[in-house]
């Protein structure tokens, strides 16, 4: 699809999976249509993939172009003064909402000019001269530092421009938490206005401008949200399943040009439980020697991201922790952090908190601690106001213990070493047990491997390349591809169909729909040559594809009634193991 809004992501092929969210998120964006969706929130940690979610969600909205206007403003981490803030949040409404009705996505880059006059001509030359008095209005606002009144104003303008054209907007508001956090009364910023997001108690209950709100500080959020009750429905992010692990896991390594094997392509997915930032982390690290081909190399690679202190992963929690340790008195925080993180698989009480490790602390004071602690998101709450658990996550104990270990108690480094070790030899041995459930790895491993010959060396080897195939047509030839990956069909589509590989050619060249079988029993079968067909003629409707010729790979080889299905639809096929060769 096409990119309108610049995404965090960077190369937007990057984005893998989130099918189940951005579904769930679709269905609730057309439910605003008939003013059925209420406000909700996306909880998740940062680098988990939020803020990728909610500009894709922008994206496919806007592309859709279909009664609801997509508006996404990303609340800032530093100080600002509040009239300068609603100046910017309301002009970047202004801007998403002509870029929308216009179908002009040059005003929703970064680099569109964000002044009054700016905004006054662009409004005038779109023709939408309405915006005009609003819009001259900041100044009025600006000049009087009314700041109650111009938050009200600015905050409730989607809604009223909702109501005014009979349209309905949906306002995605990301690091929603600093609201109350870095907005400041007064110029100098000496005033903070730690109730600032309050005001959307009233206008977060209308249904023709709901709100979508996030961040990556999920206590502070939570702690924001219950200030408003009932307001918002309330989601979480979680980690992503298998598939989608390891289709993310393929898309770096072809990206990054890092290698990997069906194996270690396990051992991440497992290691890293699905976590989006804990993969791109691992591929994208700077570790020296780096070689996650094989189980040795990918536990190297954890160990410096997770102890060293140039890892992205240490650095990323020790900023929670950091945040958590700055504001509480910390050795017996640290104590409880450990002690949570070890029993992680369960919730602890209070009562055995204080015995355990506070025995002189009474309730009021350590009840004050274990707030802060979960607001920073070093802990979470149990299955009740007086139980807590620690993350449930493998890595941050191992990132926790490497950095304070020696503040707390008698620590062998090389614990982690092992720690991780053990965790390695356990996953492969599952792996190596159970091959024949872990078939999805090789499978998805072959698809990997022919989308990069045809992205690299076919175009460039006509010959070899066709010699490998059989009952292409006369006119066929490989050509240089504008993009070659799998495919699933966008969640814009509602419809679950999902195909091994899509070539799409850059000019009048056939495009390529293949179907990746790295099996050595059963045969393809003709049963399976019609299910692959019907999924790519919808591929080709869905995606405007004129011409395309259909292939199958499949290392078993091919029932005679499959090959003479394929004759009659025009379908090539290979058992060619030189697809698979290295």
Not at 262 to 285: C, D, R, V
Not at 446 to 466: C, G, M, P, Q, S
Request: charged share 30%.
């Amino acid at each position: 699809m096409k990119i309108y809004l610049k995404e965090k992501i960077g190369n937007p092929d990057l984005f893998t999976g989130r099918k189940k969210e951005l579904a769930f998120l679709l269905n609730w964006v057309e439910g605003i249509k008939g003013e059925l969706s209420k406000s909700r929130s996306l909880l998740a940690r940062r680098k988990t993939g939020k803020t990728a979610v909610l500009q894709r969600l922008f994206n496919i909205v806007f592309d859709k172009n279909d009664q609801v206007i997509p508006f996404y403003y990303e609340v800032k981490e530093s100080k600002q003064w509040s009239v300068e803030f609603c100046q910017d949040f309301f002009l970047t409404f202004v801007y998403h909402y002509i870029a929308f009705r216009s179908r002009q996505p040059i005003y929703l880059s970064d680099d569109a000019p964000k002044k009054v006059p700016d905004a006054i001509d662009i409004a005038r030359r779109e023709g939408f001269d309405f915006l005009v008095p609003p819009i001259e209005a900041l100044n009025w606002f600006a000049e009087r530092e009314s700041v109650d009144l111009f938050w009200t104003f600015v905050r409730d303008f989607p809604r009223g421009l909702a109501q005014r054209d009979d349209m309905r907007v949906v306002q995605i508001i990301d690091e929603f938490q600093y609201l109350n956090r870095k907005i400041y009364r007064d110029k100098n910023m000496q005033y903070l206005i730690d109730d600032f997001a309050q005001a959307y108690m009233s206008t977060a209950e209308y249904k023709n401008a709901p709100l979508l709100v996030s961040g990556s500080w999920v206590g502070w959020l939570m702690s924001d949200l219950r200030k408003m009750p009932a307001r918002f429905k309330l989601g979480r992010l979680d980690n992503m399943p298998e598939s989608e692990t390891t289709e993310t896991i393929l898309r770096y390594s072809e990206i990054e040009k890092t290698a990997v094997t069906p194996e270690t392509i396990h051992l991440i997915a497992s290691l890293s439980e699905g976590n989006p930032f804990y993969i791109s982390a691992l591929m994208q690290s700077e570790c020296p020697d780096k070689d996650l081909t094989t189980p040795e190399g990918v536990l190297a690679v954890l160990e410096y991201e997770t102890l060293d202190e140039r890892g992205d992963i240490r650095e990323t929690w020790m900023e929670y922790i950091a945040s958590a340790f700055d504001r509480i008195n910390e050795k017996n925080a640290k104590n409880i952090v450990l002690y949570l993180s070890k029993h992680r698989e369960r919730p602890v009480g209070r009562k055995e908190i204080r015995e355990k490790i506070v025995p002189d602390m009474d309730d009021y004071d350590l009840e004050k601690k274990m707030r802060a602690l979960i607001k920073t998101d070093i802990i979470q709450r149990g299955r009740s106001n007086f139980y807590y658990q620690g993350v449930q996550d493998n890595i941050f104990d191992k990132v926790f213990r490497g950095q304070y270990a020696d503040d707390i108690e008698a620590f062998d480094p090389s614990e982690i070493t092992r720690d991780y070790k053990a965790l390695s030899e356990d996953i492969r041995r599952k792996y190596n047990s159970l091959s024949g459930e872990y078939n999805h790895f090789k499978g998805k491993y072959a698809e990997f491997v022919i989308i990069r010959k045809l992205a690299r060396r076919a175009y460039k080897e006509n010959d070899l390349f066709k010699s490998m195939l059989c009952n292409q047509p006369d006119d066929f030839c490989f050509v240089e591809y504008a993009s070659v990956w799998s495919w699933s069909a966008s969640p814009i589509y509602k419809a679950d169909i999902q195909v091994d590989i899509f070539a799409r050619a850059k000019e009048d060249g056939y495009g390529l729909i293949g179907e990746v079988k790295n099996r050595r029993k059963p045969k393809f079968s003709k049963k399976e040559v019609l299910e692959f067909k019907a999924k790519a003629d919808e591929l080709m409707r869905l995606e405007h594809v004129d011409k395309a010729l259909l292939l199958v790979f499949c290392k078993a080889g091919f029932t005679s009634d499959a090959m003479d299905c394929m004759r009659e639809n025009r379908m090539a096929w290979s058992a060619d193991e030189q697809w698979m060769a290295k």
